[in-house]
């Protein structure tokens, strides 16, 4: 049977390596609870994220839900659709309301210039997501925060290792939050992370994951379990000697998939935004329908007949999914719809073949043209 080409497949470090690194758990026999390995990994990440604090979660999206827990938002939070469902989640399981905010048709991240309009009396935070690494406009929703006295908190999953004019993209807003899951450019298996230049954000974080405790025997906040393990920490430790390199052979897909699909009438290929150094997490190209005669998902069925796995990411807006459509403040957010309908992720990852992002650009290449159809 042909070899299916899914649309990614996690990095890992030689086996060696990792073996190397948790070695000295055998000795130690301390597995989890702020151990060696975790303190590790904070430390080189602080240097990473260009912040005084980082704490760790055993995955992202329990990391952004403690977040927003611990800021002791109250009402409205105005957010994206165009996600990932972890998000829109992560609101509303504290009881907040989600309000969607339509995005722009370059980034496909919030769109700052619609945000404004949405505030009410109610709202208490942004929280906004660098889509596939394409970054928000920072300056201009700092700006609005301030001018509304706004928390802004920042879904980084996909942005981890960038740089916006020189300054990590961790060190934006009030927090972000990283996923270090298998799928993601730097993983720890299943991880995440909070960035924040405030102590007492980072205190709360802390109690919050370990159930509340401040100390031994004082609990003042109800909390949660949510402590990244030791062996968790130990594969981070590996991957981070690897992410120059990580990065690299993933650049390396992208400038193929570039030099192969560009000039394309009706394919809208992802650029790298002014000031940004990306890292090349995600290849979303967005297919008009209106020009081309054909749809996303045509695309889509074509390449699976070839055993390629691409992913209609982010289809559907989180706004669509069942458990939110009760939500009375679902907005029109037709820009997003469109992108939704539009996009399709192609496979990327580190050691992808070129000749297979040469088959894949061709089919594509071919269907576009109209040769299949
Ligand atoms: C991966 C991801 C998450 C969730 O992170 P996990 O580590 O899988 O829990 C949240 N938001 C976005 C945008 C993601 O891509």
């Known amino acids: 049977m042909q070899k299916r080409i899914l649309v990614t497949q996690s990095s890992m470090p030689p086996i060696e390596e990792y073996i190397e690194e948790i070695k000295e758990l055998w000795d130690s026999r301390w597995l989890t609870n702020m151990g060696k390995k975790h303190m590790q990994l904070v430390s080189e990440l602080c240097s990473i994220f260009q ?39 992560a609101i509303s399981r504290n009881n907040l309301i989600p309000v969607f905010c339509d995005i722009s048709p370059d980034t496909y991240t919030i769109d700052a210039n619609k945000i404004e309009e949405l505030i009410t009396p109610k709202t208490s935070a942004i929280l906004a997501v660098h889509v596939y690494g394409n970054i928000c406009d920072v300056t201009k929703i700092q700006e609005i925060a301030d001018r509304h006295h706004l928390k802004v908190i920042y879904d980084a999953a996909h942005a981890f290792n960038e740089t916006y004019e020189g300054k990590s993209i961790a060190s934006f807003g009030d927090a972000s939050m990283f996923s270090f899951h298998a799928t993601k450019v730097f993983h720890t298996i299943e991880g995440g992370a909070i960035s924040t230049s405030d102590k007492r954000l980072y205190e709360n974080l802390c109690c919050w994951r370990n159930f509340g405790f401040r100390k031994e025997g004082r609990i003042d906040e109800i909390g949660a379990n949510a402590k990244m393990n030791e062996f968790q920490a130990a594969m981070g430790l590996c991957n981070l000697r690897h992410l120059d390199m990580e990065i690299a052979l993933r650049k390396a897909v992208v400038e193929q998939y570039n030099k192969n699909l560009q000039g394309l009438e009706g394919v809208k290929l992802p650029t790298v935004q002014k000031g940004l150094t990306h890292n090349y997490a995600y290849y979303p190209v967005i297919f008009e329908k209106e020009l081309l005669g054909i749809s996303r998902n045509d695309i889509a069925d074509e390449l699976k007949k070839h055993g390629i796995y691409p992913r209609k990411y982010f289809y559907p807006l989180t706004s669509n999914f069942s458990c939110y459509q009760k939500n009375t403040f679902v907005n029109h957010t037709p820009v997003a719809e469109h992108i939704a309908d539009s996009v399709l992720t192609l496979p990327l990852y580190a050691h992808l073949p070129l000749e297979t992002v040469d088959k894949i650009s061709m089919i594509i290449t071919d269907i576009v043209r109209g040769k299949k159809c």
């Open 51 to 89: 912040v005084p604090y980082t704490a760790l979660f055993t995955n992202g999206h329990l990391a952004l839900e403690a977040c927003v827990n611990v800021m002791n938002l109250k009402g409205e939070v105005i957010t994206t659709p165009y996600t990932f469902v972890s998000t829109t989640h």
